[in-house]
């Protein structure tokens, strides 16, 4: 083979795919000149790698809910909270995107729902605290907590733990991410920084996620119910347990205690809420695999160290099970933080934790 050759044709090759690359992308940036993608909520923050983006307000809409979100000057979204106002008592909750209020309008989310049951009677003795922080999981928010118990003196702190919290620490926590330009948050991956800079690049890397989550081929899914929105949270339900998932509930159990000492030096209470995932409902049961799992290994840390502990699977599926779960996207709908936050309420009434 002449190797002089070789080396031209693969050069051409190069510059080939190279211009063809340019051109495209040149075309799609005057194809979509006068589009303006619209801005995410994050911004970049020192300690956490992100958090929400104070008094940001947009539309969030998707082919399954439109509803609006307005972040207040302390980057919560929630209204304006004034320290110390008329003695009321605060509950300070905190978590991921469903404490956040993914899919629902500010009125419907579950820590607002939940305030709203608590002020009904009571003349608004209680003030809840909604500091959500979307992908957030539970050693970010331990770090997140020592700021918030300081600056709004709560008497409860209810840690809201979805299942897949177990995954996010297993994958590598906020580390993964990083806050591109328009305020969204990205895989701090080659592919992904690619995708945020060239529209061609974006496009292809859609498509390639869309696909490949089609084909099963994007990590290994949860045993498929077809919704387009299988990760690979699987091992999180394994009752033979990866060294690398136990790794994670190490970390996530030292994460609670900290934020139950945190509390308790701040004269809180800490409780824990864990929150089953749509997928806890639709699986008849699969030989080796246990979709309770993540609940009953944080109800039973908690148990062990005398720390609060509820787990509303049972209330979810007597009010509506999968029903109160979007159809593709995997939060709960409105009606679905509305039975949670009737749970919680009566689990901490029963308990003595509140008075109504």
């Known amino acids: 083979m002449n190797f002089k050759r070789f080396t031209v044709n693969v050069a051409l090759v190069l510059f080939s795919v190279l211009l063809t690359f340019a051109a495209l992308e040149g075309a799609l940036r005057l194809y979509y000149y006068n589009e303006v993608d619209p801005v995410g909520w994050f911004r970049p923050d020192p300690e956490l790698v992100f958090g929400n983006k104070p008094g940001f307000e947009m539309a969030h809409k998707t082919d399954e809910f439109d509803v609006r979100i307005k972040i207040n000057s302390e980057g919560l979204r929630d209204y304006e909270h004034v320290k110390d106002a008329h003695g009321r008592e605060v509950i300070l909750g905190i978590g991921d995107s469903t404490t956040w209020g993914w899919g629902a309008e500010f009125e419907d989310t579950y820590l607002r729902q939940l305030e709203k049951m608590f002020d009904h009677g009571n003349e608004g003795r209680y003030e809840v605290v909604k500091a959500g922080v979307c992908a957030y999981d539970t050693v970010d928010e331990s770090k997140y907590l020592v700021g918030l118990v300081r600056r709004y003196k709560p008497k409860v702190v209810i840690l809201n733990f979805v299942y897949n919290d177990a995954a996010d620490v297993a994958w590598g926590g906020i580390g993964r991410y990083y806050v591109c330009e328009e305020g969204w948050l990205k895989d701090n991956t080659f592919l992904t920084r690619m995708s945020t800079h060239t529209y061609l690049g ?36 394994n009752l033979n347990e990866p ?13 609670v205690k900290d934020m139950d000492d945190e509390a308790r030096r701040n004269g809180a209470r800490l409780v824990v809420v864990a929150i089953p995932e749509k997928d806890t409902y639709l699986q008849p049961g699969e030989k080796g695999y246990d979709f309770s799992l993540p609940g009953k290994r944080l109800g039973g840390y908690c148990t062990r160290n005398s720390i609060l502990f509820y787990d509303p699977m049972e209330k979810l599926r007597a009010s509506g099970g999968v029903g109160l779960y979007y159809k593709r996207d995997p939060h ?14 009566d689990y901490l009434l029963a ?3 509140v008075q109504q």
């Open 243 to 255: 060294a690398y998932i136990k790794v994670a509930w190490d970390k996530i159990f030292k994460a």
């Open 202 to 237: 974006d496009i292809l890397f859609r498509r390639w996620r869309e696909l490949s989550t089609r084909l099963k081929k994007y990590g290994k899914p949860l045993f498929a119910h077809g919704d387009g929105w299988s990760w690979d949270f699987t091992d999180i339900y």
């Open 332 to 345: 709960l709908n409105p009606s679905g933080y509305k039975a949670l936050a009737e749970g919680v309420r």
């Open 351 to 353: 308990n003595g934790i």
